[in-house]
T-cell receptor, first 117, second 115 residues
């Protein structure tokens, strides 16, 4: 089974620009979640999507948004980039269950490393 | 709000030494607990997990962790580390509520094992 695929792997942007990151989950996984990883803050939860609906959201400003498509692929967007947005953005997929709690076991991609100049 | 605390940020050991990494969490309800590992240049991967049942869980590569509910702890252990265990280790908690979860990760522990 192919793993979680994230594109692009590396990108450089300047302040004020926007960026879109893409994530293809493991086949059959319906839950996709996004995380920001920085040396100072560690791994922080951004949001989770299940069946094209945002199910949970972390404590990030509205500049951070996402969506999920019918094939479970997901994108996240960061608008009006700030220097502090420089980070490794990780996507994780999980089988997910429609009718009840998920176990939450996550399968991570290799991440998209964003540098904001 | 739930939180996770990993007590050791950097650990340096020699091969064959024993390892214990501390993890404490705060959350009032049902939790699922995880340890993830990130080897140099690789993606995060699951090391072991606890959902319910036997509080002593075994994972890959000889790692184990014990869930002590009264102490809100989920410490990771390995009796004898190897050089290949050099990696970053993350404890994670999923508070289960209303059919979904918000995962919370600890800051991570960087483990260096000298050959």
């Amino acid at each position: 089974k192919a793993g979680v695929t994230q594109t692009p792997r590396y990108l450089i942007k300047t302040r004020g620009q926007q960026v879109t990151l893409s994530c293809s989950p493991i086949s059959g996984h319906r839950s996709v979640s996004w995380y920001q990883q920085t040396p100072g803050q560690g791994l922080q939860f951004l949001f989770e999507y299940f069946s094209e609906t945002q199910r949970n959201k972390g404590n990030f400003p509205g500049r951070f948004s996402g969506r999920q498509f019918s094939n479970s692929r997901s994108e996240m967007n960061v608008s009006t980039l700030e220097l502090g947005d420089s980070a490794l953005y990780l996507c994780a997929s999980s089988p997910g269950l429609a009718g009840g709690p998920t176990t939450g076991e996550l399968f991570f991609g290799e991440g998209s490393r964003l540098t904001v100049l | 709000a739930q939180s996770v605390s990993q007590h050791n940020h950097h650990v340096i050991l020699s091969e064959a030494a024993s390892l214990e990494l501390g993890c404490n969490y705060s959350y009032g309800g049902t939790v699922n607990l995880f340890w993830y590992v990130q080897y140099p240049g690789q993606h995060l991967q699951l090391l072991l997990k606890y959902f319910s049942g036997d509080p002593l869980v075994k994972g890959i590569k000889g790692f184990e962790a014990e869930f002590i509910k009264s102490k809100f702890s989920f410490n990771l252990r390995k009796p004898s580390v190897q050089w290949s265990d050099t990696a970053e280790y993350f404890c994670a908690v999923n508070g289960v509520s209303g059919g979904s979860y918000i995962p919370t990760f600890g800051r991570g522990t960087s483990l260096i094992v000298h050959p």
